[in-house]
């Protein structure tokens, strides 16, 4: 049953449109700033982009001295690609989880309206 489900299903159903854009955010005089615009991830964009990151946003300024030979200069770039592969999956598994919700009546027990059904008997292989 569930695979049939998981199969005839269409997750845009049962979670909705979804838009990830990704901001990179840094210090300037104490104040957050934009440091370029927003960066559209999900869904992709027609010229899809991999952001780089700089070593100096992961590692304090006064951690570096820590590290022998550190490079300011240093990148390293994030993978959009299997972000949104991530974020189709999860998107599916919810919708499933909410399907199943929805078809299979509570047991009296789990009337408590944040109880979602346990997700290991409910998984079928595309969806997970």
């Not at 992961?58 to 974020?87: H, V």
Request: aromatic residues 6%; positive net charge; proline residues 10%.
């Amino acid at each position: 049953m569930y695979e049939v489900i998981c199969s005839k299903i269409r997750a845009t159903d049962w979670v909705g449109p979804i838009t990830v854009s990704l901001e990179v955010w840094e210090m300037h005089n104490h104040i957050p700033t934009l440091r370029e615009p927003p960066i559209a991830v999900f869904p992709a964009p027609a010229s899809s982009q991999n952001p780089k990151i700089h070593i100096t946003d992961l590692i304090p300024t006064e951690s570096r001295k820590r590290f022998k030979n550190f490079d300011n200069s240093r990148t390293a770039e994030l993978d959009m690609g299997l972000f949104r592969q991530i974020l189709a999956s999860a998107t599916k598994r919810l919708a499933h989880q909410r399907a199943i919700t929805k078809i299979r009546p509570r047991p009296k027990e789990h009337n408590d309206p944040d109880y979602s059904p346990p997700s290991h008997s409910d998984s079928c292989s595309d969806c997970s």
